[in-house]
């Protein structure tokens, strides 16, 4: 009797299923046809690799199938391929995407046998003095069926030890852990392993990760070829890292959440600042003691621009002065290479920005622009009535500069790439990267430079350099009042990246930050070591101003962005649809329903021609 199977090809333009006939000598090959089997088919006379999606399916009458021409490797496995086909839908994109995402980089024949979860001794024991918030968040965890509970939101400080955590998981059986850089995901599974645990680091142990006990990853972690599981932690939930700026803009942090659920696994989101998205998702919001969690988080010093004497120049205020004149490794942070639009008061140092949405306003002829709206207005400060404004426009390499004959010390600059030759050796072994690998230097000593150092740069700056006595942000301001919707949670998560240059409260780091908004919620947080006055307030703007996540988003741009709008203006749940724009080539869509949101993308035809639907963009 003739076999046939479901074969979906890997072209994204199709994405389409088609059905294939399954030859004998096929079934009884090495590797077994099942749903996820890589295989290789003819389409279109062309020899295209697919993946099977359906077993045994109807063959039509009157019509020859084509056979599949060769089973070529093992592929995702069937829970994995269905997470894809909600993946697809959830973000607008193509199921040969996600695919892709959970399939091997070379081919495997076969996977290891899978043992059941035993833990070594040395975890164990270790798990008996689990800290009480711990267990408290792994009970509020707790999945409530098969189909999987709310996940619970644990806030860790940055420098914070979170082996904790990744041992109670343990304790609870297979797991999955998800960081958002590979040398932090490296220096866990390593440690892990020396426990003696069996450990796959994801997509590199690829064949490993469906035996492993626990398996460790980063981005593409989440779709990693491991059985059911049990517990799902995922740490810097916040992190952009997680989230890709190309279409599908699919999150591992929910991709996490939706596989666990599913799994019915325990699912922690864990974070300095726990984003607005994990909150409205999760249960509740742990941490740990205050005392503790204030320790986790370094001093942070507070420079009002608008006190300083205006003789100390554009950049460079009093408190910033006086730390590039002494001694020690200070990282300076400047998010700007050319000219920015941001304007400050002459007279009485107040930033220009929009009473409504908080953002700067941009100075241009003596006027003043919103950059949500695009309502003009006279450049007149409405804390003085003054008419006179300064540009902040002075970029890294003209801070550099300045900051050489202030400093009378050479200045590296950093905007991207590697650090150069003469910067890593002062930095010590292990620079590149070491500086958001937080689990590495919480147990072993943190790099130290031969010698202090200066260094100045774009955020780049924070990845590359290991460590600092100072980490000193030139103009915060830009980051806080930027024209996105995340602004605040962009800059919230620049300092958890600073704090983990500088270290604890306890040691001799800090953070300087120059800012002209010294009471923005932000800054307090971070002051405070606690974000909770933050988040609520951030949580309730975005509900007002119906914002991801109390509102779905999706960006349409490209050449046949045009015809799908309009057959999105006419087609289902038009009605409830928000629609706004073209601006610059882009349309908004808005929804305050996802799945009606998601129902009307998919249901709309799209036109011939380059298309990005964008879901929940970071940068909006």
């Given at each position: 009797?003739?076999?046939?199977?479901?074969?979906?090809?890997?072209?994204?333009?199709?994405?389409?299923?088609?059905?294939?006939?399954?030859?004998?000598?096929?079934?009884?090959?090495?590797?077994?046809?099942?749903?996820?089997?890589?295989?290789?088919?003819?389409?279109?006379?062309?020899?295209?690799?697919?993946?099977?999606?359906?077993?045994?399916?109807?063959?039509?009458?009157?019509?020859?199938?084509?056979?599949?021409?060769?089973?070529?490797?093992?592929?995702?496995?069937?829970?994995?391929?269905?997470?894809a086909r909600w993946a697809a839908r959830r973000w607008a994109g193509t199921q040969v995407h996600f695919l892709r995402t959970a399939s091997p980089d070379r081919v495997v024949k076969g996977l290891p046998t899978s043992r059941p979860v035993s833990l070594p001794n040395v975890v164990s024991d270790e798990g008996a003095d689990t800290p009480e918030w711990v267990r408290d968040a792994f009970a509020e965890a707790a999945p409530a069926s098969a189909g999987g509970g709310l996940p619970a939101v644990v806030r860790l400080g940055p420098c914070a030890d979170e082996w904790p955590l990744v041992v109670e998981a343990l304790r609870h059986g297979r797991s999955l852990v998800l960081v958002p850089t590979a040398a932090w995901a490296a220096r866990l599974a390593g440690r892990l392993r020396q426990t003696g645990v069996s450990t796959a680091l994801a997509p590199r142990d690829w064949p490993g990760a469906a035996s492993a006990h626990v398996v460790v990853g980063t981005r593409a972690g989440a779709w990693a070829p491991c059985g059911r599981l049990d517990a799902v932690v995922v740490f810097d939930e916040h992190d952009e890292a997680y989230q890709g700026e190309a279409a599908p803009t699919w999150n591992a942090r929910d991709a996490a959440v939706e596989r666990a659920r599913r799994d019915g696994a325990r699912c922690l989101l864990v974070g300095p600042m726990p984003s607005p998205d994990a909150v409205l998702s999760g249960s509740s919001v742990i941490a740990a003691a205050k005392a503790d969690e204030r320790e986790a988080w370094p001093r942070v010093q507070i420079a009002d621009r608008r006190q300083d004497d205006p003789a100390t120049g554009e950049w460079c205020g009093e408190a910033l002065a006086e730390l590039l004149r002494s001694d020690g490794t200070v990282v300076c942070v400047l998010n700007r290479t050319g000219r920015a639009r941001l304007a400050y008061c002459a007279s009485c140092?107040?930033?220009?920005?929009?009473?409504?949405?908080?953002?700067?306003?941009?100075?241009?002829?003596?006027?003043?622009?919103?950059?949500?709206?695009?309502?003009?207005?006279?450049?007149?400060?409405?804390?003085?009535?003054?008419?006179?404004?300064?540009?902040?426009?002075?970029?890294?390499?003209?801070?550099?500069?300045?900051?050489?004959?202030?400093?009378?010390?050479?200045?590296?600059q950093v905007v991207g790439g590697a650090v150069p030759d003469a910067t890593s050796a002062s930095a010590g072994p292990g620079a590149a990267g070491a500086g958001v690998g937080a689990s590495s230097r919480r147990q072993q000593p943190r790099p130290q430079a031969r010698q202090p150092a200066l260094f100045i740069g774009t955020e780049a700056v924070l990845h590359r350099v290991p460590s600092a006595d100072t980490v000193a942000f030139v103009d915060f301001d830009q980051e806080l009042t930027a024209p996105r919707y995340r602004a605040g949670e962009e800059a919230f998560a620049l300092l958890v990246r600073a704090a983990r240059l500088v270290g604890t409260r306890s040691g001799s780091g800090s953070i300087l930050v120059q800012t002209r908004l010294p009471d923005h919620p932000v800054l307090a947080a971070a002051a405070e070591a606690d974000p909770s006055d933050w988040l609520r307030a951030e949580v309730e703007r975005r509900s007002a101003m119906r914002q991801p996540p109390a509102a779905a988003w999706a960006l349409v741009s490209g050449a046949a962005a045009p015809g799908y709008v309009e057959n999105l203006s006419a087609g289902l749940h038009a009605e409830v649809l928000d629609i706004a724009g073209p601006a610059d080539g882009t349309w908004r869509i808005r929804s305050d329903n996802q799945n009606v949101l998601l129902d009307a993308l998919a249901a709309a035809e799209r036109p011939s021609g380059r298309l990005r639907v964008a879901v929940d963009p970071l940068r909006a």
């Open positions: 009797m003739q076999r046939a199977v479901q074969v979906l090809v890997d072209e994204p333009a199709i994405d389409r299923e088609f059905t294939y006939l399954l030859p004998p000598e096929l079934v009884s090959g090495r590797v077994p046809v099942n749903v996820g089997t890589i295989v290789r088919v003819v389409f279109n006379r062309r020899r295209l690799r697919g993946w099977v999606t359906g077993l045994d399916a109807t063959i039509p009458g009157g019509r020859e199938l084509a056979p599949i021409s060769s089973v070529v490797g093992v592929g995702p496995p069937p829970h994995v391929v269905e997470l140092g107040e930033l220009a920005r929009s009473r409504l949405t908080g953002r700067a306003l941009r100075l241009e002829k003596q006027q003043f622009t919103d950059p949500d709206s695009g309502d003009v207005r006279p450049a007149v400060c409405e804390f003085c009535g003054a008419t006179k404004f300064r540009r902040a426009r002075v970029g890294v390499k003209g801070v550099a500069e300045e900051m050489e004959r202030l400093a009378r010390r050479a200045v590296t």
